[in-house]
């Protein structure tokens, strides 16, 4: 009987059910659907990690057989797969390969496959990577004999002297690999049939169930390898993090704001219903239903309406979560697939109950409060009209009316407030790109644009760009200035034991009392030259000018960052000073020979350590050492440039990169500057700004439907008021007026909120990307401006939902005017 009842009704409200039932649907479409996108988003790129990165738990490079040995003896370690490892051979033109002796399950954990050709079998036959040879420019055929340099770097005890020899490989096989690997940090590889060496790279394989980390820790402790030439598969680990943290749904950031707005306009919803819930509840006292059955006859509705919610959420959700997801997300990947799975139905269903009971229960507080004949007077504690000394009877309506339905009004204006910091962040980001600021991009420094070999691995020191190249890229624009980068890679610093930090010395897994320890030997233009001053702890640059002396003027950096504390560490083990004398040997190559520089630096200056992630820096990966153009050019870089740098004439940003483009082909020369950089994230940003929409979109239509009730809840409160002055003779028209002007005077309230809140947003964001911009590239990139369109857009939808939901409560009006 209580049932049928509940659902008669139901029936009899059936407009306040269907409302009731879009809410709970569009709350639950809404967490469903962002459930499923990041889930799906991460599971896809965990697949696609694990089908280029599964099989091993660590990896290590240049490690000797008593390495090997003690990674074997660890504790959970279940395998080592290894090959010797031959060394590099370059071209001529700069294409840096990796030399392997075959494996097959080292071949095979690579994920190589063979296109053409054969495998090795002999010592002078390589199989070699396609991109390798595309690399090279050369119009090979299986069994064609390719000359390469060998590089030696031979070490003793950590000191080097490094020779070159020419060598003539057949190509007997071309191998590939997919095309994902190339979008990392990336070694090119070859492969031939010859294990005389005493350095090995590998993979380790640990225990099922074993502690991952732990045995990594142990690894790093024990086997003697140096830090940099051991790497855990951070790529699977990852991966799997993230798509673990997808399933959890801990992400509330995004999603609060939509939340507690949903939670206010169904609570406001029901508040808007309450009378018509307390007059049945009244109504079934007054007959004298007990306090159970009537809990019970309302529970039933809440659920009913809660449950229909609830599935019609869950349908919408996952149908259009399934469109974002085929559209934008599958196409960034192979094999892709639709997950759903049990968290996917169980968090919509706990967070649209949790608003769903909160919102009903003010409901049975309020009916269970007063008596029958209280419940059905609909002029109960109605607030009483407050006298106001103002000489305009429409503000004094309006006051009045926020008074007495003052949370109405204020939910309303609060809605129309979230929506607007949404809208205006979302449309910041779309605008600007927010998500462009990158390490990465350090490498511009105060440039706009840069010029370097388009190599996918290259030996700097013979890919150099030459004097024609400098000539021919200042001549193909307009630009304000023409900088370059000149850098030696194979530069060392001698020092003593005693010198070295004794951090340092284990992380580089140095050996012997004299060190030949790698540095990053550069140079820069006059005007790059300039922008180091912020970062110089001690000393002047202008004193790298100095060529009176015997010893070359230099500055250093004497920090490194250690990867596994995560620190910027000392270099050296006590306080560079300035004066300080150190000898350096440099290795410079010409026509495919290498040729030796020993000489003496003395410091002039101490470069702090907010260079290494702000700067022009190698990221703290070895100490770097600046010297002048014209030191570094007696050390065999004259007429070779690393970088060529451009700042453009403004507005020939575009211009500039399209002549570039035209004089420097695509496959041997890249072409780098923010927009380029931004390309490259396009799908990821386009995905998120759907999903921003989609929840704009969401909470404009909760809103929109509070809105609409809103005035038809002040139309209702209002009748007697209206009847009273329609007896004394106000026209229809003037009605209208009053309705239009209150809800006017609430859009004119949230428009002035949302005007000064864009401008805030605006306003910070902009200088949050300056800063970060200035302290990278030491100029601002945005200019701050008053987002006029979109403040325009914003106003236009504020006046057309207040429109509208008077034009939809038109019908009610004339109803409640014949009353």
């Not at 420094?445 to 013979?462: E, G």
Request: aromatic share 12%.
């Amino acid at each position: 009987m209580i049932t049928k009842l509940s659902f008669k009704y139901l029936m009899k409200n059936f407009k306040r059910s269907i409302v009731l039932v879009i809410c709970i649907a569009s709350v639950c479409s809404f967490v469903a659907s962002k459930s499923l996108v990041e889930k799906n988003s991460r599971y896809n790129e965990m697949l696609e990690v694990h089908s280029l990165y599964s099989g091993y738990d660590a990896k290590f490079y240049d490690a000797n057989i008593d390495s090997l040995r003690k990674i074997e003896n660890i504790e959970d370690v279940k395998k080592i797969i290894f090959t010797n490892e031959l060394g590099n051979i370059t071209y001529k033109n700069g294409v840096d390969v990796k030399l392997y002796n075959y494996n097959d399950e080292y071949y095979k954990l690579n994920r190589f496959k063979l296109v053409n050709g054969r495998l090795p079998k002999k010592d002078n036959e390589i199989v070699i990577e396609k991109r390798a040879l595309n690399e090279i420019n050369e119009n090979f055929k299986v069994n064609q004999e390719l000359n390469f340099i060998k590089i030696l770097k031979n070490k003793s005890n950590s000191q080097y002297d490094i020779t070159s020899n020419n060598v003539k490989y057949n190509v007997v096989g071309i191998i590939d690999r997919n095309e994902k690997y190339y979008d990392n940090e990336y070694k090119l590889t070859a492969f031939t049939n010859n294990n005389h060496s005493s350095s090995y790279n590998g993979f380790v394989v640990f225990a099922q169930n074993a502690d991952k980390r732990g045995v990594y820790e142990n690894i790093r402790q024990k086997s003697g390898i140096s830090d940099e030439n051991l790497r855990f598969n951070e790529q699977l680990s990852m991966a799997k993090g993230e798509y673990e943290q997808s399933k959890e749904f801990t992400n509330y950031k995004e999603v609060l704001m939509i939340l507690i707005v949903s939670l206010l306009l169904i609570f406001n919803i029901f508040n808007i219903f309450t009378s018509s819930f307390v007059k049945e509840i009244g109504e079934l006292k007054i007959i004298g239903t007990s306090k159970s059955k009537i809990i019970k006859l309302f529970s039933i509705q809440f659920l009913t309406i809660w449950i229909s919610g609830y599935s019609l959420g869950i349908i919408l959700g996952t149908v259009f979560s399934k469109l974002v997801i085929e559209q934008y997300i599958f196409k960034s990947f192979t094999n892709a697939r639709f997950v759903f799975s049990l968290e996917d139905i169980v968090y919509p269903l706990i967070i649209t109950f949790i608003i769903m009971l909160l919102s009903s229960l003010s409901t049975m507080f309020i009916a269970s409060k007063r008596s029958g004949l209280e419940c059905i007077d609909e002029n109960y504690k109605q607030r009483k009209y407050v006298p106001i000394n103002t000489g305009s009877l429409y503000i004094k309506n309006f006051i009045n009316l926020s008074f007495r339905n003052i949370s109405n009004v204020l939910i309303v204006i609060i809605s129309f407030s979230i929506l607007g910091v949404m809208f205006f962040e979302t449309t910041f980001r779309m605008t600007n790109n927010f998500n462009v600021v990158d390490m990465q991009q350090n490498n511009l420094f105060i440039n706009d644009m840069l010029l370097s070999p388009n190599l996918v691995d290259t030996n700097t020191a013979i890919s150099n760009m030459n004097e024609k190249d400098y000539d021919l890229a200042r001549s193909s624009g307009q630009y304000e200035m023409v900088n370059y980068k000149k850098e030696i890679p194979y530069s060392y610093i001698t020092l003593d034991k005693e010198n070295i930090s004794e951090k340092y010395y284990q992380y580089k897994s140095f050996m012997g009392s004299i060190i030949d320890m790698p540095v990053t030997l550069k140079s820069y233009s006059e005007n790059m030259n300039n922008s180091i001053k912020k970062y110089l702890e001690e000393g002047s640059i202008e004193n790298i000018k100095d060529t009176s002396g015997e010893y070359i003027p230099a500055l250093v950096t004497s920090k490194y960052y250690d990867m596994n504390s995560g620190e910027n560490e000392n270099v050296f083990s006590n306080k560079i000073k300035l004066n300080d004398v150190y000898k350096i040997k440099v290795f410079s190559i010409s026509d495919g020979k290498f040729e030796k520089f020993d000489k003496k630096i003395k410091i002039v200056g101490v470069i702090n350590e907010d260079w290494i992630f702000k700067g022009n820096s190698n990221f703290g990966y070895n100490p770097e050492i600046l010297i002048s153009s014209k030191n570094i050019d007696s050390l065999g870089m004259k007429n070779k440039y690393t970088q060529i740098g451009f700042i453009n004439k403004k507005g020939f940003a575009d211009q500039n990169r399209e002549m570039l483009s035209k004089k420097f082909d695509n496959n041997t020369y890249s072409i780098f500057d923010l927009n380029s950089y931004t390309m490259r994230n396009k799908v990821n940003e386009n995905v998120y700004l759907k999903e921003k929409l989609s929840q704009i979109s969401i909470l404009l239509i909760l809103t929109m439907i509070n809105l609409i009730l809103m005035i038809r809840s002040n139309i209702i409160k209002r009748a007697k008021e209206f009847s009273i002055m329609r007896a004394l003779g106000m026209p229809l028209k003037e009605k209208y007026k009053w309705i239009i002007l209150d809800n006017l005077i609430i859009a004119v309230v949230a428009i002035m909120i949302n005007v000064i809140s864009s401008v805030f947003i605006y306003y910070n964001n902009s200088s949050k990307l300056n800063q970060l911009y200035m302290d990278i590239y030491s100029k601002p990139l945005f200019i701050f401006k008053i987002p006029f369109k979109e403040m325009g857009i914003y106003v236009l939808v504020i006046l057309l939902a207040m429109i509208l939901g008077v034009l939809l409560s038109k019908k009610l009006i004339r109803k409640n005017d014949l009353i």
